[in-house]
């Protein structure tokens, strides 16, 4: 499967933005889905994750209540809600994708990565 991300952007810090994973060339609700960043300098952390029903969700604690992982098997799509931005929110997203299963948290576990969205926060 291929990934796409996008939806990244400038944004104040108390904004919001809405990233977008679109899936293709393969069967979407087959996958369980994560979000991961990576800011300047520092390693790739997960952000959120998402089982093939949507019936479930994960969160680091870092973005727990202000982001919302979401997805559209109808569209292909993987979502990602941030509400309240902080400066250090601002980081690479990617999404990411595990055959069969939700991998959360590590990301070793992921089988499809996508090419990464640019956030950035100001203050």
């Known amino acids: 499967v291929q990934l796409q991300a996008s939806g990244g952007g400038l944004v104040q810090a108390g904004g919001s933005l809405r990233l977008s994973c679109l899936a293709s060339?393969?069967?979407?609700?087959?996958?369980?889905m994560g979000w991961f960043r990576q800011a300047p300098g520092k390693e790739r952390e997960f952000v959120a994750a998402?089982?093939?029903?949507?019936?479930?969700?994960y969160y680091a604690d870092s973005v727990k209540g202000r982001f919302t992982i979401s997805r559209d098997n109808a569209r292909n799509t993987l979502y990602l809600q941030m509400n309240s931005l902080k400066p250090e929110d601002t980081a690479v997203y990617y999404c990411?994708?595990?055959?069969?299963?939700?991998?959360?948290?590590?990301?070793?576990?992921?089988?499809?990565w996508g090419q990464g969205t640019l956030v950035t926060v100001s203050s």
């Open positions: 990411a994708a595990r055959y069969l299963a939700v991998a959360g948290s590590y990301d070793k576990g992921y089988d499809y």
């Open positions: 998402i089982t093939r029903t949507g019936g479930s969700t």
């Open positions: 060339g393969g069967t979407f609700s087959r996958y369980g």
